[in-house]
């Protein structure tokens, strides 16, 4: 059983209203509107837990006069139902969305074994790069800085890096303390070199954000800093440690950019999942 998703808690419905959503709720699910002049509302409601009713959803895209409405069912491809539920959406007039908003496909690690056992199933470059890390001086430690993490992205991403400011900060005042962690590596001289942004929520860790500098990336920090976060996942009572979304064979064009950190994700578990793709309706007034 696939625990509940993060985008259905009541921190991201806050967050997203925090970055300019609309959040509502149609059959107990979060939908996220956006408004536009003239045309009306675009709408997605990302990983609802079960089937949402067709009926109810064609009353709500009148209602709030929605001219495009994306979906990312949380079922994965090897759950009972699947295709049953692909087949149903198909005949309501939804299509499969060739450019998801939200990933198809991940990669989880079993945060139930041991740390022994965990380590273990690392590829040998994963874990050699963890002993690289520690030679190299390399420290991770837990922090509520989100201004140094967010100093770290902005210069990976430069000169876009202040694209992402608020974003990031939204997250991290919806879901700080109690759900979100922040993990810093700093180098031995006390520079940040990279981190990671885990959000927690229904004993699953998210790997929501990750960045690290050309310097972090020499030193294998980004290496070391998944090896804590498993730690940490598992001290929190985590289950899982999902790297939230790679490439996905599907939608190659879509996910081409993912190619890069797909092959540094798979060092660390070879438990893929993927899910069912997601679907869209243009003019859903006139669709449902």
């Known amino acids: 059983m696939i625990p509940p998703d993060v985008r259905q808690s009541a921190e991201f419905a806050s967050f997203m209203q925090d970055i300019n959503w609309q959040r509502e709720k149609v059959g107990g699910f979060y939908v996220y509107l956006k408004k536009f002049p003239v045309i009306g509302s675009f709408a997605k409601c990302p990983r609802p837990a079960k089937q949402i009713n067709i009926e109810k959803l064609a009353g709500f895209v009148k209602e709030k006069n929605i001219f495009h409405f994306k979906i990312s069912p949380f079922l994965t491809t090897d759950q009972f139902g699947y295709e049953k539920e692909k087949r149903r959406l198909l005949k309501s007039g939804f299509k499969i969305d060739t450019d998801p908003f939200n990933p198809t496909t991940t990669i989880q690690i079993d945060l139930k074994r041991s740390e022994a056992e965990i380590f273990k199933s690392f590829s040998e470059a994963k874990r050699r790069g963890v002993r690289r890390a520690i030679k190299h001086g390399v420290c991770v430690y837990l922090s509520d800085d989100i201004e140094a993490f967010i100093k770290i992205r902005q210069q990976q991403f430069s000169p876009l890096g202040f694209l992402i400011t608020k ?109 069912m793709e997601n679907f869209y309706l243009k003019n859903p007034i006139l669709s449902l």
């Open 167 to 275: 974003e990031m900060q939204m997250l991290w005042k919806n879901f700080y303390p109690k759900k979100a962690d922040l993990l810093l590596a700093k180098t031995a001289s006390g520079k940040n070199v990279a981190g990671i942004l885990l959000l927690n929520s229904n004993g699953t860790s998210y790997y929501w954000f990750a960045s690290a500098l050309k310097e972090g990336k020499t030193l294998f920090a980004p290496t070391l800093l998944v090896w804590e976060a498993v730690k940490l996942g598992k001290r929190r009572g985590s289950r899982i440690l999902d790297f939230e979304g790679i490439y996905d064979e599907r939608f190659p064009k879509a996910s081409e950019s993912w190619r890069g950190f797909t092959k540094f994700k798979e060092g660390f578990s070879d438990k893929k999942i993927d899910f």
